[in-house]
C-alpha cells in the first residue's frame, strides 16, 4: 500500500470517467436519432496485485429481445392496414357521397327521373335528348370508375415493384450488417453502431412484410416470414417482381402462371429455390400483403359489383319477359314457352312448388361448352342451371330433365316449344309459372325491350358467359347505343311506324327497372358471399355503395386501432430505449464530480508527495 | 403511409395527441361549415344504406312530381277546349229552331254559315297543342290529329271533300228521278210501290189505310221489297186514308198521308175515280207527288246527315262513300282511301282513347288521359255541324222552308242534351278528365307530404346539428389551449436550462 497504489485509483477512477463521458456525449448528440439505442458503460472494481482500481467493463446497448419481436409483428400489421385504409379510402371516394354528382347513384336517379318524364312526354325531344344524356351519364360514370378501379391496381403494382426494389436493397445490406457484425474482432462501440443499423433495417423490412427475426449471440440476424420462407440466414434470397403491363378488369389473378393477368411476386432463396408467394400464400401481413390483396380481391370486387351494376341496367332495358302459355295434360298442369328468340347467355324461369316449398330455377343458355357444368344458387335464391342449347328444345328438354330428376316432366311439343308439367295427380309437385327473358334483337323489331346500353362496337348485351363472360369488365365498355344517339326517336318507336307519342316501350322499361330482379353470378372466385349482389337495379347501387362504404370504413377504423397499438408500443420502445436527456446531464454532473474529486485525490497525493521530498 | 418513424426528434406522444385533437378540430369546422355530418360514404357509417334508400325515393317522387306538373298542365287545356266545345255545341243547339226560318228567311242564309264557322272552330280546337303536343289524337301526338276544316270541306286535288261526298250521296239518295229510289207502277188497279236494289235513298217500312175497300199488303217480297195497294169495289169513301210509312238514310222515319177526295185532288189527296183502276190511277199520280216532295225536302236533309256519318268516321269505323259514277243509280258505299278521299282524322283509333296516354304519378298509380277527336261527342258535333255547313236555302227554292225545317229538327235531336249520358259524348269526356285531375291533384299532396317527411329523415340523417358541434368545438378548443399551454410548459423544464 502506498501512494502510488492511491495515485493508480485516482488515475483509473479519471479514465472511467472520461470513457462514460465519451459515451454520454454520444448519447445527447444522438438523441434525436432515429433508431439509437442508448448506450451505457459499466463500471467494475477490479482487484490489482495491491490494489482494487475501477474499469470500464462491456459498453451495453438498450435492447428488450420480446418487445422488439412485438414492435416486428406490430409494424407489419401496421403496414397492411395503413396501405389498405389509404386505398380503400380512395376507393369509397371515387364511389362519392351519394347524392353528389358524379356519384353513381345520383346518375343512377336522374335517369330514371328522366325515363319518367321521357314516359310522360314521349314526343318531346328535349326530353328524350335529356334521357339519351342522362344514359351517356350512367354509362360513363360506371366507365369511370372502373378506369379509376383499374388504375388503382395499376398504381399497386407499380407500387409492388418499387418494394420490391427497397427490399432487395435492404436484405443486402442486411446480409453485410450481419457479416461485419459475426467479425469478433470489431470495437465495441461500431458493434452497437451496427446493430442499430440492423435494427433499422429490420424495421423497415418488417413494414413491408410480416418477418418472424431471430437474434443470435453474435448480433446477427435471420430473418424468415411467418410462414416460414426463409428470407436471410447469411445470404439473403432474391425477391423479384414481372409486371403485367396494363390492367384491365380481365386482368385477374390465377394460380395457372399462363392465364394470370397480374404482376408476379416471388421470391429466390439462396439455394435456389424459386417460390410464388401469391400463390402460395405466403405473405400473409405487411404492406406487401395489403396490396396483393386490394389488387387480388377488394379492387376486383369493386368491379365485379360495377359489372353487375352495368349488366343488369343494360338488361333491365334489353329483356323481353315472355310468360309460358298454360298448358292441361289429363291431371298434370304446366306451361310452354317458345325457347327461338333466348340467345346465348338469356334464360328461362320457372316456378313451382315442391312438397309445398317455392322454387325457381332459371335455366341459362350456354353456347360455350368448356363452361359447363353450371349449376349454383344465386343471390336470390333462385337455382341457377346452364344448359347447351344447341340441340334444340328436344336437347334442351331431355339435359334440364336430367338435371332436375323426377317431380317435373320436361318435353318438347313442337318445333322450339318446350313445355314442363307437374305430376298432376300426386299433387306433390305444381308448376306455377314459366317464362323466357330474352334479349331484344333489334331496335325496331316490335319488341318494346331494347338495347339502350351496348358492349363495345354496339353489340347487343346478351349476358353470355362465351370467353370471360361478357359480364366481366362491362362496366368499363359499357355505352349509349350509337343508333340511339343518332336517332332519339327509337327511344319511342319500336316499329317504324310507332306513333311518337306511344309509351309502351318506355312504360315497359320503367316496370322492368322496378320488377326485375338481377343477381350476382358465380362470383369469380370470389368466396366472399358478402360482396354478391341481388336485386332490383337500384337495390344493386344501394348495396354497392353500402359494400364499398363499409369495406372502407372498416379498414379505416381498423388501421386508426393498428396505429394506435404501434404509437403505444413506440412510446415503450422510446423509454426503453431512448436518451433521457434529463438523466444524461444528471449522470454528467455526477461524472464532473468525481472526475473532480480523482483530480483532488491525485492533487492531494502530489502535495503528499511534495511533503515527502521535502523531508 | 409509413409507420415506422424516421424523423430526426420522433414525435412524442403528446404531440401526436394535439395533432389528432387538431385534425378532429378541423373536421368540426367542415362540418359546422357544410352543415353536414359526413363527408364520405365511409363517414356516413350505418345510415348510409338507409340514405341511399331515402335519396332513391325522393328521387323517384320528384319525378313523378315532374310527370303530375305535366299532366295537369295538359288536363287544363284539355279542360278549356273541352269547355269551348261545350259552348259551341249549346250555341248550335240554339240556334236549331224548327221552322224558324226568321225574316224573310234570314236563318236561311246565316244557318249553314255559323254552322260553317263554328265547324272551322271545332277542327281547330281538337288541334290544339299543349308544348308541340297535339292533345286529340290518342297517342299519335307529333301530328296534327284533324286535317284543316277548308280541306275537310273542299277536299284538295284528287281527295274529295265533304262538299263533294254529301254532294254525290244526295245525287245517290235522290236517284235520276227524284223518287228516293223508289219505283212507282200500276197494273190496272194494283199501284206497286217498290225499293230499287240500293242502299240509297227511301225504304219502306210499312203501310196502313183506314179504308176497308183498299187493301194494301205490306213491304215484302224481294229483294228488293215492294208494297201494293189495290183498289177494288166498293170503291174507297171520301177521307179514306193511306198512310205510308218510309225509314229514311239518317234512320228517321217519314210518312205520306194520302187522303180520298171526291173533288179534284189537292196536295196529298186522290180523287175517286169512275172505278177502280181510275182510283187506282189517281193514286199512283197522288203518290208520287209526294214521294217526290218528300224524297227533295226531308229525305235531302236526311241525306246530308247520312253523309256525315259516313264521312265523319267515329272509333273503328272507315270513311264509306258513294260507289260511283255514276252515282243517281249507285247501290253501294265503297271505304274511301286516303289517295280520293280528304281523311278528316288521321290520330290514333283506338277503342279505349283514354288509355292510349298515360302518366304513372305514384308507385302502382296510373292516370289516362288520351283523347281522341273521333270519340262519339266529337264526330256528333262535327257531323251535324258539318252537315248544315254544307247546305244552302235559297228564298227562291221552293223546298228551303222544308229542308230547312227537316234540318233544325234532326240537329235539335242529334245535340239534345240526352245524348250525354252516352259513352264518349262531350259531358263523359270531361268528366273522365276531371276524375283525373282530381287523381293526380290527390296524389300530388300526398307526395309532397311524403316527400317532406323524407327529407326530415334525410336531414336528421345528414345534417350535422350546429349546437352540437359548436359545444364539441369549443370543449376541444379548452382541451387544445391547455394542452399547448402543458406541453409549451413543460419543454422548459429540463435540467439542460438549469446548469451553470
Known amino acids: 500500500m502506498g501512494l502510488s497504489v492511491t495515485l493508480s485509483n485516482a488515475l483509473s477512477g479519471m479514465r472511467v470517467g472520461q470513457n462514460a463521458l465519451d459515451t454520454l456525449s454520444n448519447n445527447v448528440a444522438n438523441a434525436g436519432t432515429p433508431g439509437y439505442h442508448r448506450r451505457s458503460v459499466s463500471v467494475i472494481d477490479s482487484l490489482g496485485v495491491n490494489s482494487t482500481y475501477a474499469r470500464e467493463g462491456q459498453l451495453s446497448r438498450a435492447f428488450n429481445q420480446s418487445l422488439q419481436a412485438h414492435y416486428t409483428r406490430s409494424t407489419a400489421e401496421s403496414g397492411f392496414t395503413s396501405v389498405q385504409a389509404s386505398f380503400l379510402d380512395r376507393v369509397q371516394t371515387l364511389f362519392g357521397k351519394p347524392g353528389t354528382v358524379g356519384s353513381i347513384d345520383s346518375a343512377y336517379n336522374a335517369f330514371e327521373s328522366s325515363l319518367a318524364a321521357v314516359a310522360t312526354s314521349p314526343d318531346s325531344y328535349a326530353n328524350r335528348a335529356d334521357l339519351v344524356q342522362k344514359a351517356q351519364t350512367v354509362a360513363s360514370t360506371l366507365n369511370r370508375l372502373s378506369s379509376d378501379i383499374q388504375s388503382l391496381r395499376q398504381e399497386i403494382e407499380a407500387k409492388l415493384s418499387n418494394s420490391v426494389d427497397s427490399i432487395n436493397n435492404q436484405l443486402q445490406s442486411l446480409e453485410k450488417v450481419n457479416l461485419r457484425l459475426a467479425d469478433q474482432g470489431i470495437d465495441t462501440t461500431s458493434r452497437a453502431t451496427l446493430m442499430d443499423q440492423r435494427d433499422r433495417l429490420v424495421e423497415d423490412l418488417s413494414q413491408q412484410m410480416d418477418l418472424r427475426v431471430s437474434y443470435r449471440g453474435d448480433g446477427t ?7 416460414g420462407v426463409g428470407i436471410l440466414d447469411v445470404k439473403a434470397s432474391v425477391f423479384s417482381y414481372e409486371s403485367a403491363g396494363a390492367l384491365s378488369a380481365a386482368s385477374r389473378f390465377s394460380p395457372n402462371d399462363a392465364v394470370s393477368g397480374v404482376g408476379k411476386l416471388s421470391i429466390m432463396t439462396p439455394a435456389g429455390l424459386e417460390i410464388d408467394l401469391v400463390k402460395q400464400n405466403v405473405l400473409q401481413s405487411g404492406e406487401l400483403a395489403g396490396l396483393i390483396q386490394l389488387r387480388d380481391q377488394q379492387l376486383v370486387q369493386a368491379q365485379d359489383q360495377l359489372d353487375e351494376i352495368a349488366a343488369s341496367v343494360a338488361q333491365a332495358m334489353s329483356t323481353n319477359v315472355t310468360q309460358g302459355a298454360q298448358v292441361t295434360s289429363g291431371p298434370s298442369n304446366g306451361y310452354e314457352v317458345d325457347l327461338a328468340d333466348v340467345r346465348n347467355g338469356n334464360e328461362f324461369t320457372f316456378k313451382y312448388t315442391q312438397g309445398g316449398a317455392e322454387k325457381t330455377v332459371r335455366v341459362l343458355r350456354v353456347d360455350d361448352t368448356t363452361k359447363l357444368p353450371v349449376d349454383y344458387v344465386d343471390a336470390n335464391g333462385a337455382r341457377v342451371i346452364g344448359l347447351d342449347f344447341s340441340g334444340g328444345a328436344a336437347g334442351v328438354a331431355s339435359q334440364l330433365q336430367n338435371r332436375l330428376g323426377g317431380g317435373l316432366t320436361v318435353s318438347k311439343p313442337t318445333g322450339s316449344t318446350l313445355r314442363i308439367m307437374d305430376d298432376g295427380v300426386s299433387g306433390t309437385t305444381d308448376m306455377l309459372s314459366l317464362s323466357t327473358r330474352t334479349t331484344s334483337s333489334g331496335l325496331q323489331n316490335g319488341t318494346l325491350g331494347f338495347s339502350l346500353f351496348v358492349d363495345t362496337n354496339n353489340a347487343d348485351f346478351t349476358n353470355s358467359l362465351d370467353g370471360v363472360g361478357q ?72 348495396q354497392t355503395l353500402n359494400y364499398q362504404g363499409n369495406v372502407a370504413e372498416a379498414a379505416i377504423s381498423n388501421n386508426e386501432t393498428q396505429q394506435q397499438t404501434l404509437a403505444a408500443l413506440t412510446q415503450r420502445l422510446d423509454s426503453e430505449y431512448g436518451v433521457d436527456v434529463d438523466e444524461e446531464m444528471a449522470r454528467l454532473m455526477e461524472l464532473q464530480n468525481a472526475f473532480a474529486a480523482n483530480a483532488r485525490v491525485m492533487s492531494v497525493v502530489q502535495e503528499l508527495m511534495d511533503s515527502l521530498m521535502q523531508l | 403511409m409509413t409507420s415506422v418513424g424516421k424523423t430526426m426528434f420522433p414525435l412524442a406522444n403528446g404531440i401526436k395527441n394535439i395533432t ?84 224573310s228567311g234570314i236563318n236561311f242564309q246565316t244557318t249553314p254559315t255559323l254552322a260553317g264557322s263554328r265547324f272551322d272552330e271545332v277542327l281547330t280546337l281538337l288541334n290544339t297543342d299543349a308544348a308541340g303536343r297535339y292533345m286529340f289524337g290518342g297517342n299519335r301526338t307529333d301530328s296534327r290529329p284533324v286535317a284543316n276544316s277548308s ?22 239518295d235522290l236517284g235520276a228521278d227524284h223518287l228516293g229510289r223508289l219505283d212507282i207502277t200500276r197494273a190496272t188497279d194494283t199501284v206497286t210501290l217498290g225499293e230499287e236494289n240500293t242502299v240509297f235513298g227511301m225504304k219502306l217500312s210499312g203501310i196502313t189505310t183506314t179504308s176497308a175497300n183498299i187493301a194494301v199488303t205490306a213491304p215484302g217480297g224481294g229483294p228488293p221489297p215492294a208494297l201494293t195497294v189495290q183498289f177494288g169495289t166498293p170503291l174507297p169513301t171520301a177521307g179514306d186514308k193511306v198512310q205510308v210509312s218510309f225509314t229514311l238514310p239518317d234512320g228517321t222515319e217519314e210518312q205520306i198521308v194520302l187522303v180520298a177526295t171526291s173533288g179534284t185532288p189537292g196536295d196529298g189527296e186522290f180523287q175517286i175515280g169512275a172505278d177502280a183502276d181510275a182510283t187506282a190511277a189517281s193514286f199512283e199520280t197522288a203518290l208520287s207527288g209526294s214521294v217526290q216532295e218528300l224524297a227533295e225536302t226531308t229525305l235531302v236533309s236526311a241525306s246530308a246527315y247520312a253523309a256525315a256519318e259516313n264521312f265523319f268516321n267515329g272509333q273503328g269505323a272507315q270513311v264509306m262513300r258513294v260507289d260511283g259514277p255514276p252515282f243517281d243509280s249507285a247501290t253501294g258505299l265503297i271505304a274511301g282511301t286516303s289517295a280520293n278521299t280528304m281523311l278528316w282524322y288521321t290520330g290514333e283509333d283506338s277503342a279505349d282513347p283514354r288509355s292510349t296516354v298515360t302518366a304513372r304519378v305514384g308507385e302502382g298509380t296510373t292516370v289516362g288521359y288520351g283523347v281522341q277527336a273521333n270519340e262519339a261527342g266529337f264526330i256528333n258535333l262535327i257531323q251535324t255541324l258539318a252537315a248544315v255547313a254544307v247546305q244552302d236555302f235559297p228564298d227562291s227554292d221552293p223546298t228551303s222552308e222544308k229542308r230547312y225545317s227537316s234540318m233544325m229538327s234532326r240537329n235539335a235531336a242529334r245535340l239534345a242534351d240526352t245524348k250525354d249520358n252516352q259513352p264518349g259524348s262531350l259531358a263523359a269526356i270531361t268528366v273522365e278528365l276531371g276524375l283525373a285531375q282530381s287523381t293526380t291533384g290527390a296524389i300530388a299532396e300526398r307526395h309532397t307530404a311524403h316527400s317532406a317527411q323524407l327529407g326530415n329523415m334525410l336531414e336528421q340523417i345528414e345534417a350535422a346539428p350546429t349546437e352540437t358541434i359548436a359545444m364539441e368545438i369549443l370543449a376541444l378548443k379548452t382541451r387544445l389551449e391547455a394542452s399547448y399551454q402543458t406541453t409549451a410548459l413543460l419543454s422548459q423544464l429540463s435540467l439542460v436550462n438549469y446548469m451553470r
Not at chain 1, 221 to 227: I, P
Request: aromatic share 4%; glycine share 10%; net charge neutral.
Open chain 2, 20 to 103: 389528432a385533437m387538431k385534425a378532429r378540430y378541423d373536421q368540426l369546422q367542415t362540418q359546422l361549415a357544410s352543415g353536414e355530418k359526413a363527408s364520405t360514404l365511409a363517414e356516413m357509417g350505418s345510415d348510409r344504406y338507409f340514405d341511399l334508400a331515402l335519396r332513391q325515393r325522393m328521387a323517384r317522387m320528384d319525378g313523378y312530381q315532374q310527370s303530375i306538373s305535366t299532366v295537369n298542365l295538359r288536363l287544363e287545356v284539355l279542360d278549356t277546349v273541352m269547355s269551348r266545345l261545350d259552348t259551341i255545341e249549346s250555341d248550335a243547339r240554339a240556334a236549331a229552331i224548327s221552322g224558324g226560318g226568321g225574316t
Open chain 1, 221 to 227: 440476424v435471420s430473418l424468415m416470414t411467418r410462414s
Open chain 2, 151 to 172: 280541306e275537310v270541306m273542299n277536299g284538295v286535288g284528287a281527295r274529295a271533300g265533304f262538299k263533294q261526298v254529301a254532294g254525290e250521296r244526295k245525287l245517290a
Open chain 1, 471 to 542: 359480364k366481366l369488365g362491362f362496366a368499363s365498355r359499357i355505352s349509349v347505343n350509337a343508333s340511339i344517339v343518332a336517332d332519339n326517336k327509337l327511344l319511342v318507336q319500336y316499329t317504324g311506324t310507332t306513333p311518337l307519342g306511344d309509351q309502351d316501350r318506355l312504360n315497359q322499361v320503367i316496370s322492368n327497372l322496378d320488377d326485375m330482379r338481377f343477381s350476382g353470378g358465380q362470383g369469380s372466385g370470389l368466396s366472399d358471399a358478402s360482396s354478391r349482389l341481388g336485386g332490383t337495379v337500384a337495390d344493386l347501387i344501394s
